[in-house]
Each structure stands twice: as C-alpha cells, then as structure tokens.
C-alpha cells in the first residue's frame, strides 16, 4: 500500500495527523479532545483500536489536549523526547511505565517498515520536534510551530516527496489583530510561528524536483485566510520561478475542524 496520511486537524484549536503503511497506523499529536480525535479518525475509517502509537511534537495543549485519554483507552505507548516528557507529565495524567517510551531528539526509530525520525525545531516548548517519516524511497515530512526556519531543517526536510508546513499568519493582519503586543512578539518571534511569507521564502529554497506536494498548515483563526496563505506563498514562488500545478508540485490545504483525504506518497 505505501505510505499514506491525513492532516486529522491543523490549527491554534488542535492539531493532530495519522500516518499508515496498512499495517501500522501512528498518531502524531492528540490536540483535540479524544472524542473528536476518535471522531476525525473515524472519518478516515481509522478505529483506536488500530492505532499503534503516538508521536508527541511538543507539549502545547493544541497538540496534546487528548492525549492521556487516547492513551489509556486504548493502552498506547506515547514517543517523546525526556523534557518533552518532563512538561507532559503535569498535563496529561497517569501514564502506564511501559507506554512512557523516551525517543530523543535526532534519533529514528522503526515501526514494521515505516522509520521515523525527530529533528529539533525552534519553538518557545521545552523541547520541540518535526518528524520525517520514511518507507523505502519515499520521505514525508512535518514541519509546524516553527518561530523560523534554520538551514538545519531546510536540511532536514529537503527531497521530501510530500511536506507539511506550517503557514500561519499574514504579518499584517497580526499586526492590526486584537492580540496584546506581548502575544504578538511571542508569536513573531523565532520560537514562535512562521508567516506565510516565511513559509514561502523557506519554500523557494528547498524545493527540488522530488517534492509532489506541499500542505500549508497551523494557519491561524485570527490572523490568516487560506486563500490568502496560498496566494502569499504561490506568489513567492513564481517570483523564484517556481511554477505551481502543472502536473509536478501542488499547493494543498489543511483544516482546523475536519481531516483532509488520504494522500499516498506513491500517487504522483
């Protein structure tokens, strides 16, 4: 079957995604409710029954809001990084010893034939991470709540056949928002978001020919339009000649209350 995935939820509301091979069937974040995870998953005829793990990016309660719940349900082992855990452990309830599952930063792991490997990303958590998920010659890769991106995880995403990124807000409409200053300095800031102007910069630096897709994703409520990140960011690239649907590189979008279609990393 290959490797395939759907954004369950990407957003300030909740986050959380599901990558599979057929056989093994992994969460990434649990920030919604576990009844609206259970119900997203549902969506995408996943049971929690089938799941065989969790992947923690960092400890926000938009990435871990159901996250012990999920948990104990269904009796999961949670991967995370040991501050990551640190931080988690007063949010999320009791954990059974044998699901607490330490996997640090930069390390891979193997799940049947899918490895997944934790890059460190810049953002105000204790320690967070993106995911590279690999299956024979196909690489997908997460990449959200970025304050910037350094050249270490341009590097780290690059020849990904499909990419995650996460494109926020648009500068402006932060700027005139009804945020406090302090909120919007934290989230301007390099361990806060990145802006679709920056997702688009970022984008015209690491595209090469393997990359298929790219999922804009975290935009903000407040401060963002999906039309208005993926205009932002098309605009960038042709300005990098960089051409848009014509067959090799698609700008798609993601949903804070509804999870987009499988995507199969073998599909073209």
């Known amino acids: 079957m290959g490797l395939r995935f759907s954004v369950l939820a ?15 069937k992994l969460l990434v974040d649990a920030g919604l409710s576990a009844k609206k995870v259970e119900q997203l998953l549902e969506e995408r ?5 089938e799941l065989d793990a969790i992947l923690v990016t960092h400890e926000h309660s938009d990435h871990i809001k159901g996250l012990g719940a999920l ?20 949010q999320i309830g009791e954990i059974a010893e044998a699901n607490v599952k330490v996997m640090d930063t930069g390390s891979m792991i193997e799940f049947d034939s899918i490895q997944v490997e934790s890059y460190a990303i810049s953002h105000d958590a204790a320690e967070p991470v993106g995911y590279c998920f690999y299956e024979g010659d196909k690489k997908l890769s997460l990449a959200t709540d970025l304050g910037y991106m350094s050249s270490k995880v341009k590097e780290q995403v690059l020849d990904s056949d499909v990419l995650i990124l996460e494109s926020n807000h648009d500068v402006e409409m932060l700027r005139m928002g009804k945020y406090p200053w302090n909120i919007k300095r934290r989230i301007l800031s390099d361990i806060g978001h990145l802006s679709n102007e920056a997702a688009g910069d970022a984008l015209s630096e690491i595209l090469g020919g393997k990359t298929k897709r790219v999922y804009l994703a975290h935009l903000s409520q407040n401060h963002n339009l999906m039309d208005l990140a993926r205009m932002t960011v098309e605009n960038i690239l042709e300005q990098n000649d960089i051409t848009l649907n014509d067959g090799r590189l698609t700008l798609k979008d993601t949903y804070f209350d509804r999870p987009t279609e499988w995507d199969s990393l073998d599909e073209e």
């Open 71 to 90: 948990a104990r349900k269904y009796d999961l082992p949670i991967y995370a990084n040991e501050k990551t855990w640190e931080a988690l452990n007063k």
């Open 45 to 49: 005829n996943v049971s929690g029954e």
């Open 10 to 24: 990407s957003g300030s509301t909740g986050n959380s995604m599901v990558v599979t091979n057929g056989e093994t």
